[in-house]
């Protein structure tokens, strides 16, 4: 009887790493402002490891999707958000897990890096802080580790305690990946983070993405969709709130099912 | 077509830089007359001592005791007030962030506050002292300022919050803190130059009310050691001896105008190069 509960277990535990290959599962979710619909029945999965393109014409939702993952359309009262988001297992919009750690499984990059107010070393570590580590070995040691990561480290460790806001605005993004990624999240959301920076800066986003993506899911929001082209490992395209087309990009981007995606590749972006 | 722009542009420029610099004119017009009015009167000791035997009439002594009440009076309201202002602007701006028709109505109300005439507040200052059954003093100023100044204190940092990205604080929530780790590690650190001006600001017209102190105050010719004694205050010593028959009274009236604007200037002043250089510097 032991062994048969034993061999069902490791049954239910392949069968679970099998499906795991989803980290996001988003089903029938919608937002409201008021009367404006602005998201409307989305559906879709998010595959683990891989880079997500959501792509899109400005003002279809893509920043509005972003931020019913990680919970900030909590700070806008009209938002009205219904359906589900499972990260994982956990379906974060009808759950009592408590929303800074939900928050903390996800980096975010927004389209302009806003570093907090303090350091570049207090930048890194500022997330390690507030989840109560107080080694000074070790934050050091984070510190440098998600630094290097983002290919900062050589430029600034010279100059660790002087204020983020010194750093060119290319820098300053990646200092804002860095500092999501030592809270140590599965996911980054980003939101057209290249869109404020110059080409040189938006390359080396770029190239960041590619090198973590073995250790992240990234979710990359654009409407630039030569940069979709080059990143995306799976493609979900949106126009006015609705998922349009959604799969793998080669086959999208070059057999557009619909007459929207069709026009969408020709005009550009 | 073009030279009507042309004199148009010149037209406006020449009208704001005009209204600009006659203003910062009679600013210094103001400064000059005070300055030359009270120079007579002008020495160590009407900073260094408190008004001696028939000072008001012309006789020996300062105003140490006013200076001294106006400044206990302005630090203890200022330290109130921030106290009072800090968490009342952070609240507005962090707890309330989704409540927006919220956060006006007590914008709203706060400046109405702000609008109400100081003599007003002393007037209020006065009953609820004499409901508490206490005396003019200290305490009953220091109260009282700080009720005046409690709504600048809060809407002036509510500006400089309100002034902080939403990315800001977005990505401080992004990451996991909380509201109030965010209030206090985030927004706290990004809005503190402008807390100081916010400060001074409230400091100097705590400083310069005369309205407030009148009743609540008191006057007296010692400077207060405890709490419930009366203060001076160098709003009120300009007002007394500004009204005395005697020249040379009127001149030190005069004298104390100069020491009360040249301690909010060295404020002011001081309050600017700290918030420059905690700007600069290595923030820590
Ligand atoms: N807080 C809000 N209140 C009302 N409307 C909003 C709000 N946030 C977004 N919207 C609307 O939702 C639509 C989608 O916005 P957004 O998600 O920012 O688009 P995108 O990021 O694709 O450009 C826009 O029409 C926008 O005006
Ligand atoms: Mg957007």
Known sequence: MNNAAASQTSEVSTKAALHSSQIVKIQDLNVFAGDHHILKNINLEIPRNKITVLLGPSGCGKTTLLKCMNKLTDLYRELKVSGSIFIEKDDILNTTTNIPSIRQKMGLLSQRPYPLPVSIYRNVSYGLKLKGVRDRKLINFSVEKHLREVGLWEEVKNRLNAPATSLSIGQQQRLCLARGLAVKPSIILADEPTSALDPISSKIIENLFKDIKKHYTIILVTHVLRQAIRLADHAIFMIDGEIIEQGDPEELFKNPQTEELRAYLVDGN | ?284
């Open chain 2, 1 to 284: 077509m073009r030279r009507i722009k042309i004199l148009e542009e010149k037209f406006f420029v020449f009208l704001s830089a005009f209204m600009t610099y006659s203003l910062i004119t009679v600013l210094a017009f103001i400064i000059l007359v005070i300055f030359i009015k009270g120079f007579n009167a002008l020495n160590l000791d009407m900073i260094l001592k408190t008004p001696q035997g028939g000072y008001y009439y012309g006789g020996e002594g300062g105003v140490l005791n006013a200076i001294m009440g106006s400044l206990y009076i302005a630090v203890g309201a200022t330290l109130i007030a921030i106290f009072i202002g800090m968490p009342a602007a952070l609240y507005i701006n962090v707890q309330l962030v989704r409540y927006r028709r919220t956060q006006n109505t007590i914008r709203y109300f706060l400046d109405a506050l702000w609008g109400i005439p100081s003599i007003v507040y002393g007037a209020f200052g006065f009953t609820l002292m004499l409901f508490l059954g206490m005396n003019a003093s200290l305490l009953a100023g220091i109260i009282t300022v700080a009720l005046l100044i409690s709504p600048i204190m809060v809407r002036t940092f509510d500006e400089v919050l309100s002034t902080i990205p939403r990315g800001l604080h977005e990505a401080s929530l992004a990451l996991g803190s909380t509201r109030t780790e965010t209030a206090f590690r985030v927004m706290l650190r990004q809005g503190f130059s402008g807390f100081i001006t916010a400060i001074l600001l409230s400091f100097g017209r705590g400083i310069g009310d005369a309205a407030s102190v009148l009743f609540t105050a008191g006057y007296t010719d010692n400077i207060p050691i405890n709490l419930d004694e009366p203060a001076a205050t160098l709003p009120l010593a300009i007002f007394f001896q500004l009204g005395s028959p005697i020249p040379e009274v009127r001149e030190r009236a005069f004298a104390s105008a100069v020491i009360l604007t040249i301690i909010i200037l060295a404020i002011s002043l001081s309050a600017r190069i700290i918030s420059k250089r905690y700007s600069r510097s290595n923030l820590k």
